[in-house]
């Protein structure tokens, strides 16, 4: 069995597209997903809502069999998962107990219940657990695994955190073609070079081509990223996120926050120092 694959879900669209996009990637991996769904009721304010004992137990029993059935329906082994707690503790429970390779979620084209809680947490996927995350656009090209992967690199060196160091597995069940971003700006020129060669310093990849560098030239790096990933016909977008940009207000203004909010295709964002 491969590394389990965590998928933040609820009833909506954008999840459901998580989820088979979640399965797509299993199989190759021969991985299990596991649908990880947060209970409402208890997350809404007590001050407004007053809820009998009885009728959440009941409507919490509704929800565990509602997902075991979109658990069933998935073409690869499934677990249901749910939860009562706040997200970053649910997050942190999934995480010390299936290790997940990534953790999943969808992104909708209209921001709903989940999209509204990670964005007014500031994505503690990110900041807190700092594990790494892949975040699928509602009406991303679906089903199927990427064959073209677009790596996004600023020039600066890194260091990958513990959790994000080995994405190879994925890699290796993808096996997909790698394209290098580079975006070069007014305050950030000359480093192409630079960007591949923190990638294979960091071993993001076994093999990458010393063609693989693709530089546009843009005052926005978000949409010089963008711009490039649509270059090379990217189906998969992989940033690296430094903590200073996860930090409070700063993750809002940061690249990666406006490439997550505006990508059409699936990202993989991996944390590093």
């Known amino acids: 069995m491969g590394p389990n694959l965590v998928v933040l879900t609820d009833f909506s669209e954008s999840s459901r597209q998580a989820l088979a996009y979640a399965a797509a990637l299993a199989q190759p991996l021969q991985s299990k997903v596991v649908l990880l769904h947060l209970y409402q009721?208890?997350?809404?304010?007590?001050?407004?809502?007053?809820?009998?004992?009885?009728?959440?137990?009941?409507?919490?029993?509704?929800?565990?069999?509602?997902?075991?059935?979109?658990?069933?329906?998935?073409?690869?082994?499934?677990?249901?998962?749910?939860?009562?707690?706040?997200?970053?503790?649910?997050?942190?429970?999934?995480?010390?107990?299936?290790?997940?390779?990534?953790?999943?979620?969808?992104r909708a084209a209209t921001p709903d219940f989940l999209d509204q809680l990670l964005g007014d947490q500031a994505l503690p996927v990110l900041r807190h657990l700092r594990y790494p995350l892949l975040m699928v656009p509602e009406g991303s090209p679906m089903p199927g695994t990427p064959t073209r992967v677009a790596l996004a690199a600023d020039g600066e060196p890194f260091t990958f955190r513990d959790n994000a160091m080995d994405m190879h597995p994925l890699w290796e069940a993808l096996r997909a073609t790698f394209s290098v971003l580079h975006v070069e700006t007014e305050e950030q020129y000359d480093r192409a070079r630079t960007a591949v060669n923190s990638l294979r310093h960091n071993h993001l990849v076994k093999d990458?081509?010393?063609?693989?560098?693709?530089?546009?030239?843009?005052?926005?790096?978000?949409?010089?990223?963008?711009?490039?990933?649509?270059?090379?016909?990217?189906?998969?977008?992989?940033?690296?996120?430094?903590?200073?940009?996860?930090?409070?207000?700063?993750?809002?203004?940061?690249?990666?926050?406006?490439?997550?909010?505006r990508s059409p295709v699936p990202v993989l964002v991996l944390p590093v120092m």
């Open 208 to 261: 990458l081509s010393p063609d693989s560098l693709y530089t546009v030239h843009h005052t926005s790096p978000a949409t010089g990223i963008l711009q490039a990933a649509a270059d090379t016909q990217a189906e998969l977008l992989v940033l690296m996120a430094r903590e200073r940009s996860l930090l409070g207000g700063l993750f809002h203004r940061s690249v990666t926050a406006q490439v997550l909010q």
């Open 41 to 106: 009721d208890v997350l809404l304010d007590p001050e407004y809502v007053m809820i009998p004992a009885a009728a959440a137990i009941r409507s919490q029993r509704e929800t565990r069999n509602a997902l075991e059935k979109m658990a069933e329906e998935l073409p690869v082994p499934a677990a249901v998962e749910l939860s009562v707690n706040t997200l970053a503790e649910t997050l942190a429970d999934a995480i010390a107990r299936y290790h997940p390779l990534v953790l999943i979620c969808g």
